[in-house]
């Protein structure tokens, strides 16, 4: 996203009013930090390793928990990240997280 701009350009419309939506890793670039999430990538194949989010909001989604493949990860990544002070939410393939101001909720399945 930093090489294209399109960080810059997400932020921008966000602060000026547009809904960002986005699922799996898209979640967790809105959020502060992409920290501890590695484990699930290879940081070697970035071409920069890049550890803030686009802060577009303060919580960390944690997704793909219930994932047979991804959710120990995911879930470790989320355990690590509260650790630090973030706060955490964690989400099964079926939840979405909605995030309007200050006001959270998250709808779909358990």
Known sequence: MKVTGADEIITEL???G???A?????????GPTLRHFDELDDPAEAEELIW????????????HVDNPEFGEGCRKAGDLC???GY???RLT?????VIHGDVLRTDGGA
């Open 93 to 97: 393939g079926s939840q979405a997280l």
């Open 14 to 16: 966000v602060e000026g």
């Open 52 to 63: 803030d989010g686009l802060g577009l909001t303060h919580v960390v989604v944690a997704p």
């Open 82 to 84: 509260e650790r630090d």
């Open 87 to 89: 706060t955490v939410q």
């Open 22 to 30: 986005g699922a799996s890793a898209a979640a967790v670039v809105a």
């Open 18 to 20: 547009a809904v960002y």
